[in-house]
């Protein structure tokens, strides 16, 4: 077997670095910018990959994964308060759009960023605060939109833009905190006070409803106090008692079921009544008097008064 010069061991050993240099491995969604003595020459996917060595390099990588670039702006609303947004981007570079990606752009971090200050600073102002918080998609829609026109030459897909966080001034916020609690406590009165009302009327339909009872039960209780006299006079005029007799002794009668009914209850005031044989006769002579005077005075009342000649 022949044996290999001592000389010719530097030179394989040098070959063996030149071929090696020579290889290189792309990760997977990445892709490599291959230039030749200064100059673009190819484009490299995943996997291993062979250039020429020392004649060509690769000038940089482009990452084809989704990225998110977060973009802080502080402007101001059309009620004139300052208001700071967060406004998250995210995009990626289409495969078939690296060397656009790669050499029309130096930062395209900051090509974004510029866009969406514009877009931002150019909506928001022509809202309330109120409304920036309302129509937060809005302004995301304006930015995608603005921002798939412009960055789509440069080989950039624009997937979404979210407007991720809206933060006023400390004092902004503790005044809007105070204007709900007020609106809060605002409809928490008129809730209290309609329950009120509900309360009061509920009360006086039932006391009315109750007072309409008791008028018809004690007008049921005379109509039936009134048959029951009438039952009675008539049956005492079935066994000869004229009907003045009749009402003298039903007269008697109640006031001394009256003072019976007084003396079982303990708890009942004394009243002085007269309680002489009499006293009914006298009671029942009243009012028949009172009765035929009143009689008389309406008649009087009735009757048409004499013309003046």
């Known amino acids: 077997m022949p ?5 010719l061991i530097p030179l394989l050993f040098l070959g063996l670095v030149i071929v090696a240099s020579g290889l290189f491995v792309v990760k997977q969604q990445t892709s490599a910018v291959i230039e030749r003595f200064g100059k673009f020459h ?5 996997g291993l990959q062979l250039k020429i060595p020392i004649i060509d390099r690769i000038a940089g990588k482009v990452s084809l994964r989704v990225q998110q670039l977060d973009v802080n702006i502080e402007t101001k609303t059309f009620d004139d308060v300052f208001v700071r947004m967060k406004v998250s981007i995210q995009y990626l570079v289409s495969k078939e759009s690296v060397y656009d990606a790669f050499y029309k752009l130096v930062n395209p971090h900051d090509q974004i960023t510029s866009y969406v200050f514009d877009v931002v600073r150019a909506e928001v102002p022509k809202m309330k605060l109120d409304d920036v918080f309302v129509k937060k998609d809005d302004i995301a829609i304006a930015v995608k939109r603005e921002l798939s026109d412009s960055m789509e030459e440069y080989g950039f897909i624009i997937i979404k833009a979210l407007v991720t966080d809206i933060d006023p001034d400390q004092s902004v916020k503790a005044s ?3 204007i709900n609690a007020a609106e809060r406590e605002k409809i928490a009165a008129e809730f209290e006070g309609e329950s009120e009302r509900i ?3 509920a009360k006086a339909r039932a006391e009315a409803e ?7 039960g004690i007008a049921d209780q005379r109509r039936e106090i009134a048959k029951g ?6 049956v005492l005029n079935d066994v000869g008692i004229n009907s003045q007799e009749a009402s003298a002794l039903i007269v008697v009668t109640q006031h001394y079921d009256t003072l019976q009914s007084m003396g079982e209850n303990a708890n009942s005031n ?3 009544m007269p309680n002489a044989p009499s006293a009914a006769s006298d009671m029942l002579g009243q009012m028949v008097a009172s009765f035929a005077a009143s009689q008389q005075l309406g008649d009087a009342m009735k009757s048409p008064k004499p013309k003046k000649s």
């Open 3 to 7: 044996s290999i010069s001592p000389t």
């Open 42 to 46: 190819s484009i490299r996917h995943a």
């Open 176 to 178: 809007m905190n105070r």
């Open 199 to 201: 309360k009061i009327v």
């Open 210 to 216: 109750s007072k309409r009872l008791q008028g018809q």
């Open 229 to 234: 006299l009438e039952e009675s006079v008539q």
């Open 270 to 272: 004394l009243i002085m």
